[in-house]
């Protein structure tokens, strides 16, 4: 429980609600997001929320059973911003009238102008006479509610920014947390200042709370903590380290699917510069042993997840009197989200991740990082004093270079990825990309091809190099080199890295493909 001013976001199934919450939390303020359904009068209550945003949504008021918060939320006393359908929301509980898109559905940019008198929440907010604002809705407001005034107006929605400033209750149609409505952060700054938040959300906050959180957690117990070398387990690990010290034990399983210099990286900055007591597993041999003739994408997964568990456990179980298991879950892993199909979606990987780890060992969770987004989690990382470069890396799926190395793995092949993915990162870094890209990687194929080298015949493998762009991993981009860049790299990699002749740029994007090869 934080000791902040708190925000609550009713979440109606946007698209886009998690960006509302970075908008704010950009402005130092706390929020949380939560399912309309979950948001009943006694949820309220022990939530206390100091303002409420009601998010968009694709549903429509005249559906049955269409989401509606409680009433209740309208008598709180505290500031209401409704948003897209948390405007048509408002109108429909408050006394307005909506009516259903024929004709006036807006999708994509519009223009909104200014209308009737000032109004706390747009101070400073139109450029000029007009502003740009992004809209996407189908139905509209056709009369706004007892109490409400106009305050903007665009061509397709009359009533594009109401409010009733006695109750301090406001309604856009437009989604303010998009890009595309390019002041749009402006006028949450309003929102949370006429609401009186203090905006003291900071990293040097978070971090003295979560230590104390921990402690009185934990106690003087013992906690494990699965370390993997990326980002968001090793800013756990140090968080907990301040919290109760040696307490902590990390366990690294390293499967020898790790890239070059990985392992060792580790081991240092964590056992010899942060002194944590860290179990380091070296089990390449039991890894690559399960997985010799294995080329199945599914049934290697599966194999590193089940071996995973099984020394993660072994190794955990040495450390007597262990209560808790530390994870780097995230809040975007948190977040319950609306879903109005209902239906199972499909496997296209199964991911290695510990989820079912710790009913298994009877052990209870620490998660410090629940409440962080993946940037929070970079800032706490610098807060706390870890390099640079390591909170800048790139994301490494916890399956490593298997999935990297379609086709049967062998030792063979990972040594000859590992050089080239270490040239290819090595010109990224050169060239100063490597903070433009998400994900930057070589996949080694299982392919041979003829080649020619001085005056000899080679017959060796063929690489692709995949980097791509990309906020959150679910959708990406090929990132454009330029064919200087391609050529250069090639060169390098077919000089550099024996057992490699030919070399290829992935541009595909996401979907239809994935980040990874397998
Ligand atoms: P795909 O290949 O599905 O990857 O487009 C999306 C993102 O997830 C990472 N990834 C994983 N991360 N365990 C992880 O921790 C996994 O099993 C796994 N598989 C893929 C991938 O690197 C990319 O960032």
Redesign the pocket.
């Given at each position: 429980m934080t000791h902040h001013d708190r925000l609550l976001i009713i979440d109606f199934g946007s698209q886009v609600t998690q960006l509302i919450a970075r908008r704010l939390r950009e402005l130092r303020v706390y929020c949380e997001i939560h399912p309309y359904q979950k948001v009943t009068d006694a949820f309220l209550r022990d939530f206390a929320p100091k303002a409420v945003i009601l998010s968009g949504g694709p549903a429509s008021v005249f559906n049955d059973g269409a989401p509606m918060p409680p009433a209740s939320v309208f008598t709180l006393g505290v500031p209401i911003l409704g948003i897209c359908y948390g405007q048509q929301v408002m109108m429909h509980i408050l006394g307005g009238r909506v009516e259903r898109g024929h004709g006036t559905a807006e999708f994509g940019r519009a223009y909104v102008t200014p209308a009737g008198g000032a109004l706390d929440l747009l101070d400073g907010w139109f450029n000029a006479d007009r502003e740009q604002v992004w809209m996407s809705h189908g139905d509209h407001v056709s009369a706004i509610a007892p109490g409400f005034a106009v305050y903007g107006t665009s061509p397709n929605a009359p009533f594009a920014i109401t409010a009733d400033p006695a109750r301090r209750f406001y309604a856009v149609q437009f989604h303010p947390e998009v890009h595309h409505t390019p002041k749009g952060a402006q006028l949450y700054a309003n929102f949370i200042r006429l609401a009186g938040f203090k905006g003291d959300w900071t990293m040097g906050a978070y971090r003295a709370e979560a230590i104390a959180k921990i402690r009185a957690q934990v106690g003087d117990k013992k906690v494990i903590c699965g370390l993997s070398g990326g980002v968001d387990s090793s800013v756990a690990a140090v968080l907990i380290h301040e919290a109760i010290g040696d307490n902590l034990t990390c366990v690294f399983v390293d499967h020898g699917l790790l890239r070059q210099g990985e392992a060792d990286e580790v081991v240092t900055m964590f056992r010899d510069h942060y002194n944590i007591p860290l179990i380091h597993a070296q089990e390449a041999d039991l890894f690559l042993g399960a997985l010799d003739g294995v080329s199945d994408p599914e049934f290697k997964?599966k194999t590193i997840g089940r071996l995973f568990i099984d020394v993660f456990q072994r190794e955990a179980s040495q450390i007597e009197g262990a209560e808790f298991l530390a994870q780097g879950t995230l809040y975007p892993d948190v977040i319950e989200s609306v879903s109005f199909s209902g239906g199972p979606s499909v496997t296209?990987?199964s991911?290695?991740?510990v989820g079912g780890l710790p009913e298994k060992m009877g052990l209870k969770l620490v998660e410090p990082l629940r409440e962080l987004f993946k940037d929070e989690v970079r800032a706490l990382g610098r807060e706390l004093g870890l390099p640079a470069s390591f909170i800048g890396r790139h994301?490494?799926?916890?399956?490593g270079l298997a999935?990297r190395c379609p086709g049967e793995i062998t030792r063979e092949k990972l040594a000859i990825l590992r050089q080239a993915d270490a040239v290819f990162i090595d010109q990224i870094r050169r060239h100063g990309l490597y903070d433009d890209i998400w994900?930057a990687f070589v996949a080694i194929l299982p392919v041979r091809t003829v080649g020619v080298m001085g005056d000899g015949r080679t017959y060796d493998f063929a690489c692709a190099l995949r980097a791509v762009t990309s906020v959150d991993?679910m959708t990406?981009d090929y990132y454009p080199f330029s064919h200087e860049f391609l050529g250069e790299t090639a060169t390098r990699i077919i000089n550099e890295v024996p057992g490699i002749n030919r070399v290829t740029y992935d541009i595909t994007s996401?979907p239809p493909g994935?980040?990874?090869w397998e």
């Open positions: 997964r296209i990987k991911h290695h991740n994301p490494f799926p916890g399956p999935i994900q991993g990406a996401k994935t980040i990874e």
